[in-house]
């Protein structure tokens, strides 16, 4: 059975620095998301990866993918308040799984 | 532009009712999912379908059951609603893998509360 999971579970962050989330998962797999999600809302897709070594960025968030290892990445670089929610990465082969979560709080 | 809707933002029901949460997507997508997420314990999987009138369980799907004929539609039904079903409800929507663009999307979710 696939098993996601997810670290660290809750991070306080002070804007400008930079962190890095991590989510390791325990078969091959298809692809793997990024989600975020703020409170009281639903999910809201920022990556899909597909192959070993890939890379995506949109502004200060940047994911990765190594199927190797089976780990992604998702590297926050210089935090801002806005960035403050819950991120999770999700696995998919013929279902999707979730790992825990991560609450972020980026702090002035 | 809005690719998956659920039925009910919030929704009521008493102990012992049976309840549909529905679930439609307008982006042809072959898999479909529901989700239940509680504090504590993220986003767990109760269904999910791979094609019309095709169906697997999920980690938790004692007490649901799911209803699939037409592609775009995906139903969750309590057969008869306890306490502990109360929750948020999430469904997602995604391609199949043979794709060259990858998506998922989930709906706004459902808050359902059981008295």
């Known amino acids: 059975e696939l098993k996601v999971e997810q670290n660290p579970l809750f991070l306080s962050m002070q804007e400008g620095k930079n962190y890095t989330i991590y989510c390791n998962y325990s078969t091959t797999s298809d692809r793997l998301y990024w989600y975020r999600q703020d409170p009281g809302k639903s999910l809201e897709s920022l990556f899909v990866l597909l192959s070993n070594g890939a890379v995506k960025q949109e502004g200060r968030l940047m994911a990765s993918l190594d199927t190797k290892a089976r780990l992604s990445t998702l590297h926050i670089t210089a935090a801002v308040h806005d960035l403050s929610a819950t991120y999770f990465c999700a696995v998919e082969n013929n279902d999707m799984r979730f790992g825990a979560g991560t609450r972020l709080t980026v702090k002035p | 532009d809005v690719k998956v809707t659920q039925s009910s933002r919030y929704l009521v029901k008493r102990t012992g009712e049976k309840v549909f949460l529905e679930c439609v997507q307008d982006?042809?997508?072959?898999?479909m999912f529901w989700y239940r997420q509680d504090p504590g314990l993220g986003l767990r999987l109760i269904y999910f379908?791979?094609?019309?009138?095709?169906?697997e369980k999920g980690d938790i799907p004692e007490g649901y059951s799911v209803s699939r004929e037409k592609k775009e539609r995906f139903s969750l039904i309590l057969e008869s609603a306890s306490t502990n079903q109360t929750s948020m409800y999430l469904c997602?929507?995604?391609?199949?893998?043979?794709?060259?663009?990858?998506?998922?999307?989930f709906g706004q979710g459902t808050r359902l509360t059981v008295v």
């Open positions: 982006m042809d997508h072959e898999n």
């Open positions: 379908s791979y094609d019309v009138k095709m169906k």
């Open positions: 997602a929507s995604s391609r199949p893998h043979q794709t060259a663009r990858p998506e998922a999307f």
